[in-house]
Structures are given as C-alpha cells and as structure tokens.
C-alpha cells in the first residue's frame, strides 16, 4: 500500500491547518490555497493513515473491570482526566483540558467528510475505485459516531435515550458554510446505521489490508453495533453474514507461550483498528482484575497466552491481537462467533447457541476440554456473558456490554475499585455511565 510520499506530505499540511482553530474537528474551513486532495490518490491516502483512522477510543477500557491499578499506578496516568474517569468522576474534564478521547472520533468524521466533499469535484474518474474511496469514508465516519457513542451518550436501549439533554455535534459536510447539530441518542444510530448502509453498497467484499474498509467489515461492525442496541435478530444476521467468509479460528494449542504471542493481522482479524496509547497501556501497574484472572480454568490456554506474570507477582494483559504493545480494538471472529451464540441464546436458540460457543471454546483449551451444555437460559446467558468477559478481555467492549447487561436485573453488577483505602462504586444504569462533553468542546457551542 505505498503512496507517492509528496502527496502524503501534502494531505498531513492540508489536514493539520483545516483541523487548526477552536472547533477545527468540525468548523474549520479547509485552506485550500496551500493544498487541497484533488485526485483520487490524494483521497485514497487520507483514508490509508491507519495511524489516525483505525485508532479507537482508551476510556472504555479506563472504566470498565478488565483491570485495577494501585495509588502508585495512578500516579501516572497522564492527564489527570483518566485518573477521575478511572474513579468514575461525576466531572472528569477539567475546564480548559483537550480530551483526545472527544477530539480522535471527530477527526475521524472530519476526514471522512472531506473525502465525501471532495469526491464531488474530483476530475480522474474511476469509477470501482471512486466506489471504494466513498465506501470507506462512510465507514470511517460510522466508526468514529459510533465509538463517541458508547462513551458520551446513553445506551441505545437505556431509559436515558430518549432525554434529549444527552446530544452530541454532528456534521456530514467539512466547511463552516452549514453548522453542526446537536444529535441524540436516536439520530446518531441512525446516522450511523445510515453511513454503513452507504459503505455496504459500495465496498468491496474484502481486502488484502484489514486496514482498509470493505463488506465483510461493515457486516461485523454492524453485529456489533445491533448487539449493542439489543436488536438481537439483526445481530444475528449480520454476524451470520460474516460467519459465512473464508475463515478460521486459531487453535491456541499452536500458539507459542511469550509476550505478544498473536501475530498482527492473524486469521481471526477483519478490521485491524488499536487503542489511543496512554501510560496507562503499558505500564506494569496496570493489573487484570483478581476475579477475572482467576475465573480461567487450569486448563483454559487463554490464561497463558493473555496474560503475563511479573516477577513481583504482578499480572499483566500482553496478549493483544495486535501483535505488539498497541491495545487491539478492531473487529475479529472470535467476537463475531459470540455475537452470534448470545443472539442465538436471546432469541430461544439454545443449541445454536451452545454449537457457537464450544466451535470457540475447543479452540482455547487444551485436548480433552469438556464441551458446554446447559438447557436453561439463564445458565446460559451467564456463561456467554462471562466467556465475552474472558475471550474479549481489554478490547474495550466491556463497558459497552455493562451498559446493556446492566438493564437486565439478572446480570447486572456493581463494579467496585479500592485506591488508599477509599472505596469507589458504580452502580448499574448510573449516569456516570455517560461521560459529559468537555467543558472545553462546550465553550465553543
């Protein structure tokens, strides 16, 4: 995927001054007389910056019960937003502080419209690549709403949805000619629903790069997107959908025992997309939760292979799809599989269901693993529930699954951290689920 380096250089100039200014992600008009992305290359590149568009958000993980850290450990989490979120804050952002975890999406969406504007004007027709071009801007756009979101916006299902005061900016267009609106709860579904429509019908089925959008990735990140709104047929069939490509799950008997065992872009993968990187990804202070950790079998292959144990004793997660110290929070068939056995299961499908979860689960334990049975729901529900716990662990999907697992009072939990002796709590369906827009982002409305 080698691009003209001149045009590179161009399109980060063109990109850097639009995005300058008090609301650049949304308001700033592109300063077209230094350089615009006019050819279908130039486009083509913007969306090829992984670096920028395949990124996904940290504070899912920052608040969910994947990990817990020590007074020491958050001492360095750096900004000081991330040590309020990790306590779960009421007001995490400080008045004049830049929140990436705001800024990121909408750069995201920002990118995509100027693609989407500039396909318009665009001279060197091409029409299958155009397509392409196209479809991967809407995809991208998706990816960005959605991350924002699981984050800054209630549930789909939540009783908060339908309060008008939980809104985020939405814009389709770069320029400042038209303003942005404020989106609820149900328009930024849809808007979202919308765009990956759009991406579906121009992309192509697949791509040598999992970076790049294409069919197979816009079937998966819709199972996400429907599981996460309890639209369980819908996640079925799209999780189906995807579940019919060449695929396969590694057997983790094959995986070697060693830091960062699974290679980049492995089979499982279909969407390569990682964390923002903070201290907090690194850092050795940053534990797996005792309970969590001790919820895998003796003979479970994932507690090796996810996890490392220090000298001291500490536990670390080091077993991220993204085959290096980057956290990997892209789209993969292991979770396409679990999607498919929990809809199965909501949907009364009980040995569907099972059949899903143990197609997995043979693939994680060693020989002889005794396969999973149950005829009740509930039981089986829970083990699903728990199994996305351990098989998803630091993919940034638990809090996504807490705020819908939480409606339910037969799954719902009290998530609980201890720092210097103080206990801190949040209770299921609390409206510390949903994060405030920064007071800086504010300023500017």
């Known amino acids: 995927m080698k691009k003209n380096h001149q045009i590179i250089i161009a399109i980060s100039v063109f990109l850097i001054l639009s995005l300058m200014g008090c609301e650049g992600f949304l308001d700033e008009k592109p300063t077209k007389d230094i350089v615009v992305p006019n050819s279908l290359d130039a486009l083509e590149a913007i969306l090829d910056n992984h670096a920028d568009l395949n990124r996904g958000l940290t504070l899912p993980l920052i608040c969910a019960d994947d990990y817990v850290t020590t007074l020491a450990g958050l001492a360095v989490y750096t900004p000081q937003w991330q040590r309020n979120a990790y306590l779960w804050q009421e007001s995490p952002f400080s008045p004049d502080e830049t929140v990436s975890e705001w800024s990121w999406p909408y750069k995201q969406v920002f990118y995509a419209n100027v693609v989407l504007d500039e396909l318009e004007r665009i001279q060197d027709k091409d029409a299958p690549r155009e397509a392409a071009i196209r479809g991967a801007a809407y995809f991208f756009r998706a990816w960005g709403y959605y ?32 303003p942005f609106t404020m989106g609820t709860v149900n328009e930024v579904y849809e808007q979202i629903l919308d765009d990956l429509a759009m991406a579906m019908e121009l992309l192509p ?14 079937k998966s990140l819709l199972a996400r997107i429907y599981l996460s709104m309890e639209e369980y047929e819908l996640a079925l069939f799209y999780a189906d959908q995807a579940l019919q490509y060449p695929h396969s799950l590694m057997d983790y008997n094959e995986i070697e025992n060693q830091i960062n065992p699974f290679a980049q872009f492995n089979e499982e993968v279909i969407f390569h997309a990682v964390m923002l990187q903070y201290t907090l990804n690194v850092v050795p202070t940053t534990l797996i939760e005792p309970t969590l950790y001790g919820s895998y079998a003796v003979d479970d292959l994932r507690k090796d292979l996810f996890f490392t144990i220090r000298a001291n004793g500490n536990v670390n997660f080091t077993g991220s799809y993204a085959g290096n110290f980057e956290t990997f929070c892209g789209l993969a068939f292991n979770e396409i599989y679990l999607i498919s056995s929990e809809s199965k299961a909501r949907l009364g499908d009980i040995q569907g269901a099972i059949a899903d979860l143990n197609t997995l689960l043979i693939k994680r334990h060693l020989p002889g693993f005794e396969v999973f049975e149950t005829s009740e729901i509930d039981v089986l529900l829970g083990k699903i529930i728990d199994e996305r716990r351990k098989e998803l662990v630091f993919r940034g999907l638990r809090w996504s699954d807490l705020r819908r697992i939480n409606l339910d009072e037969r799954f719902q939990k009290v998530l609980k951290r201890e720092i210097d002796g103080v206990e801190y709590t949040l209770d299921p369906n609390s409206s510390r689920y949903i994060f405030p827009i920064p007071p800086r982002e504010q300023a500017f409305n």
């Open 147 to 178: 991350n924002l979101s699981q984050v800054f916006l209630p549930g789909y299902s939540s009783p908060l949805s339908a309060n008008e005061d939980y809104s985020i900016p939405m814009k389709q267009v770069p320029g400042i000619e038209v």
């Open 205 to 218: 089925e697949t791509s040598q790069y999992p970076t790049r959008p294409t069919k197979l990735m816009v």
